[in-house]
Every structure is written in C-alpha cells, then in structure tokens.
C-alpha cells in the first residue's frame, strides 16, 4: 500500500508540473466560434469546485454582435461530463468521458464572452446539468444496468462511511481523513446480495495524527491547498457489507513547511456537510487499531448539490428544461428515480418559476423484476434535505440530488432554506 501510495503521489507531481495548454486568442471575426468555446469550457472548468470536470461535446451556436474596440459573443454549447474529479490535477481536455451506460452527465450551456482590445472574458454563463438518459429511456436499453443515487442517500453514506473508515485503518498515512465530497452512487438490485453501491467519493487530511484518540467531530481538514487529497471508489453490497476501497491520493499544493513555533493555520471547508445523527448514537473517538480495539467509524457526511437551469435577469420564461428527482432512506428498497429531461439552451430569465419536474416510473432491475418488498417511507429522524446550501449558494434547489451541478456564473445570492423537519 505505501509503494503504491508513493508511486500514485510520483504521477500527481508529473500531471502538476505540466504546462497548461495555450489558449488560441479569441478574434471578433467568423474564425472565432472553436477559440471562443475552448476558453469557455477553461472558465467553467476553473470555478467548478465540486464534483467533475466536463469537455466540450458540440458547438451548437454561437452569436456575434460587434461593439465598439470589440465585440460580444454569446455560445450555445453541449458538454460531456468527464471522470476526473474537481481535485484531480489531470487537464480536462486529457479526462475521459463516460459511456451512456455509466449513466453520463451532460451540461446544456450559455456562455456570453466579452472581447475588448484582444482580450477575452466570460462575465457570465448559464448551464442545465441533467443525466443524457432518464431511468425510464435507459431502462429500454439496458434493464440491469445501475441508476444514479441521491449524493445524501442514507443508506449509500453509510456504505461510504465504512469505505473512508476502511481506508484509514488500511492506510499508512500520517494523519486521518474525513470525507470531503460524494462525487456520485450508482446503485442496483442483485438477487443473492440486495441492494449494492459502487460509489466515488473524496477524503480530505486532517489535523489528526493517527494514532491520536479524539473525538471525530475535532478533526478538522487541514487548509485546501496544504491538505493532501484522494479520490475514492468504492463496492458495498447489503447483503454483504464492504467489498473494496481503492484511492488515489493526491499531494498538497503547498508543501512548505512550517517555521519553528508556527502551528497549522485553520481553515473551513464550505461543502464538508455532517449528517445528523439520530438520538442514542454517540460520537466515536478517533484511535488508531494499534491503540487497541478496531477504529470506530466517522459520523456520515451529507452532500446534497442542487442543479438545474438557472436564470440571469433580462428575458423572458426559462426553457422546458426538467431536473431528476431522487430519494432514498436508509432501510428501505431500491430507490424511486423520478426522471424528467431538458432539451434547449438555458435561458437567462430571472422572475420565471421554477422549472416543472416531470416523473416517470422507476427503472427495473436485474432479472426485469420490480424494486424489491417490504419498501417503507421515511421516519423523520431518516429524513435528508433534498439539498443543501452548497456549491451553488441553494440557488438551483429543484434539481437533481445524483449529481454535481454547473453553478451559474456569477453565483447568485443564498436563497432562503426551509428547516429540516424536526421529530
């Protein structure tokens, strides 16, 4: 495990030390629709902290209107979502993209680019991110394949809660990780096993020796860019409970070290969620097996990321653009996936209502059967926010909880969260 942690570090260091690619300047003339979608998808990718980096699929339309000393250039662009992590140092345009049967993500953009004096800027862009096949089309193609889980499931936190306990016990690392981000679940039925997760997700180093005995909740992440990274998968079935972790870890951004008598500055993480625990669960302390006795398991952590076509001030109703829904509690079976689509650009409406999500069935599972019995609803102390003020300020709240949202740029102000339901 130590060699390959090393080994894995070794590649992170090459990826980190290769040059950017050199950005073709973007000229106001009819030669400017490649340059002008290249430095878009740069600058989407550069303010899209969470979840994962997206290429450009297709140029769908471009529109240019000159003005004086330059021009405006408003895109219409179709974007793949890749399999590099945020926090991977791999260059997008290098990322791979995923299959239709590993259900891919695709972001419907509107990009509007000033060019003043030869210099290009993108003051703003609107994206509609939404799974390329609803659970009902893919169902018609592939009826055992796995669907999309909420990034707050229940059930699938606590399978990610054994993997990052798994990983820490397993490790040779210096200091302990917590859980940063659930970057998607995939989820399924199998006859001999039940319910399974193949999930990815990201652990963060903290201020904990390991080795220490301290409470969980003391475990601070060191600041982001002197914190080493790892990116996450793992299998857990219900019948059997955890079946593998695997990460890549990544080195910090900034290695110096600390002078004499200088602490570790503190610093906050703005997506790192808790998942309430319910009554009469008490928080483990954090020790290492050496200590004596296993390690107990670190609290869940909840991510709820809203998407869906937002809206910039200035024109009329938002496109027929439907978000998919998702939920699922601890305990219960498979869950519904209530899936609608979105087809057109976004539109830079501000007042419009919010999109109406449309639902359909949900999916089958292996063998053509129905989800399986003895399904029950939720408790109240089993129930989630459907999302959180998060990587997009709570602004795209009907949106679909599976997955990492393109927040709109600029981002807009908080909107107001209603409380959680209380026992």
């Given at each position: 495990m130590k060699a390959l942690n090393v080994l894995v570090l070794l590649a992170s260091v090459v990826l980190l030390c290769r040059a950017s690619p050199v950005l073709e300047p973007v000229m106001c003339n009819e030669d400017h629709s490649a340059a002008a979608a290249r430095l878009a998808v740069h600058d989407i990718n550069k303010h899209h902290k969470h979840g994962y980096k997206f290429r450009?699929?297709?140029i769908k339309e471009t529109k240019m209107d000159k003005v004086e000393e330059g021009c405006t250039i408003e895109l219409h662009l179709d974007l793949l979502e890749t399999k590099c992590h945020s926090i991977s140092p791999k260059h997008f345009e290098?990322?791979?993209t995923r299959h239709v049967t590993e259900r891919a993500v695709i972001a419907n953009c509107t990009v509007m680019m000033a060019v003043k004096d030869g210099n290009a800027t993108v003051p703003r862009y609107d994206c509609d991110t939404r799974q390329e096949k609803t659970n009902r089309e893919?169902?018609?193609?592939?009826p055992d394949c796995p669907v999309l889980t909420p990034l707050n499931s229940p059930e699938a936190l606590t399978a990610i809660e054994k993997a990052v306990h798994e990983e820490n016990i397993n490790s040779t690392n210096e200091h302990f990780y917590v859980l940063q981000e659930v970057g998607r679940v995939m989820?399924?039925?199998?006859?001999s096993q039940g319910m399974y997760y193949s999930s990815e997700f990201v652990i963060v180093e903290t201020h904990c020796p390991m080795g220490s005995r301290i409470a969980i909740q003391a475990c601070d992440p060191l600041c982001p860019d002197r914190a080493r990274h790892a990116f996450c998968r793992s299998s857990y079935t219900r019948g059997s409970g955890l079946q593998s972790v695997d990460c890549e870890y990544y080195p910090a951004l900034n290695t110096t070290a600390l002078g004499p008598g200088e602490k570790e500055p503190r610093c906050q993480y703005p997506h790192l969620m808790h998942l309430p625990r319910p009554a009469g669960h008490p928080s483990p302390a954090v020790h290492h097996p050496s200590a004596g006795g296993g390690r107990p398991p670190p609290p869940p952590h909840a991510h709820g990321h809203g998407q869906g076509p937002p809206s910039f001030p200035g024109s009329g109703p938002p496109p027929h653009a439907h978000g998919h829904g998702h939920s699922s509690f601890a305990g219960s079976g498979p869950p519904p996936h209530a899936h609608g689509h979105g087809h057109g650009p976004p539109s830079f409406a501000g007042s419009a209502p919010p999109p109406h999500a449309h639902g359909h069935g949900p999916p089958s599972f292996a063998g053509g059967q129905g989800p399986p019995p003895h399904a029950k609803g939720p408790t109240n102390r089993e129930r989630v926010l459907p999302f959180f003020i998060g990587?997009?300020?709570?602004?795209l709240a009907y949106s679909d909880p599976a997955l990492h949202p393109i927040c709109p740029k600029p981002?807009?102000?908080p909107r107001n969260i209603p409380e959680l339901e209380r026992p």
């Open positions: 450009l699929s297709e290098d990322c791979e893919m169902s018609r193609m592939c989820s399924g039925w199998m006859s990587p997009c300020n709570g602004f981002l807009p102000e």
